[in-house]
């Protein structure tokens, strides 16, 4: 497999470390926080709130993008950086973790399910989602992986996981383009024995990157870390590790401690549409009747358009009133909080004071400002 992409550990301070990931659309410092562009868009934030909030990388959904406007337009229209108005990096999802929660046909073929814009019936197989994420041109692509719900039977997470490696294979002799990487998704719940086969097995067949799926699904903090800790002992040292799904404070904190590079997900801006503020503070719920006077935005030191202009009692009055500027300046303020800690945890690695880092942010959100008591 050609270079697509470079990655280079520029800190390192015990486990946790620091990177540069290079792409052809530019860098991305590590660790790395990536805003779910869902159907192309990051919802309600244009391309340009995404740079003045530190994004540096999106994902987009190829589930979505495959259905609706398809492939072949988004590649006719010179592909999904254009498309989109985006010209920083771009990685897409295979289309798995939607697909699995349709509940579709599977067999080792592939997969089929109705769509859920028109009730068509669609076939996905590894062989297709590498094709179409090619043809929707992001810079990382992933393979089709098997997702099963927990708790499952060990042999229903078993089968899944080796399933996972043969569409992992196939995946890989499919994929051509040059200027694309394609990573490889370890699996197996929370069995530690399974995650270490499937990462061991993953890391063989010499993938450029590796997500780490089938987490954030329930399983409690302890479980996680375990997989994580195990997973990450067996995968290359110098290629990116992406936790999949993965985007709270404390969980995020977590997986850097432990190794890990990029983290996906959708909490940061699906809580600012329900009102929700993230904060070094704490997060709490915008619409709290005690902030209808309360004329200080939500967080003085941050640096965020919202956090700049507007008070706590305007953007209460916002969600209150169901306004679409609501939770468009809560997706700014929850991305900058989010992206600005990944920046902030960079800096600790680099300075050999992550743990130090970790361990004053996760008291200051545990205590919650004195004059102002949250949950
Ligand atoms: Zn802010």
Known sequence: MSEAIRFRIDYRDGAVRAGTLSTAHGDVATPAFLPVGTRGTVRTLDSRDLVEAGVQIV???????????????????????????????ILT????????????????????????????????TPEEAVVIQ?????????????????????????????????WAERALETHRRSDQALFGIVQGGTEIDLRLESAAATAALGFSGFGIGG????????????????????????????????????????????????FDCVWPTRLARHGKVLSPYGDYSIRRAEFAGDGAPIDEECPCLTCRRYTRAYLRHLHTTGE??????????????????????REAIAAGGFA??????????????SERPLR
């Open 59 to 89: 994902l987009a959904n190829t589930y979505h993008l495959m259905l609706r406007p398809g492939a072949d337009v988004v590649e006719s229209l010179g592909g999904l950086h254009r498309f989109m108005g985006w010209d920083r990096p």
């Open 93 to 124: 999802d295979s289309g798995g973790f939607q697909v699995f929660s349709l509940e579709p046909k599977v067999d080792e073929d592939g997969v089929v399910f109705r769509s859920a814009y028109d009730g068509s019936e669609v076939r996905l």
């Open 134 to 166: 090619e043809r929707l041109g992001p810079d990382i692509a992933m393979v089709l992986d098997v997702l099963v719900g927990l708790p499952a039977p060990v042999e229903t997470v078993r089968g899944a996981m080796q399933r996972t490696l043969r």
């Open 215 to 262: 987490l954030s699904v329930g399983e409690g903090a302890e479980d996680r870390n375990a997989v994580l800790e195990a997973v990450v002992g067996e995968l290359p040292e110098v290629k990116p590790r992406y936790v999949m799904g993965l985007g709270d404070t404390e969980g995020v904190l977590d997986a850097v401690e432990r190794g890990c590079d990029l």
């Open 324 to 345: 679409m500027l609501g939770p468009r300046l809560l997706s700014v303020h929850n991305l900058t909080y989010t992206l600005g800690m990944l920046a902030e945890s």
């Open 356 to 369: 130090a880092y970790r361990s004053a942010l996760l008291a200051k959100r545990a205590s919650g400002p």
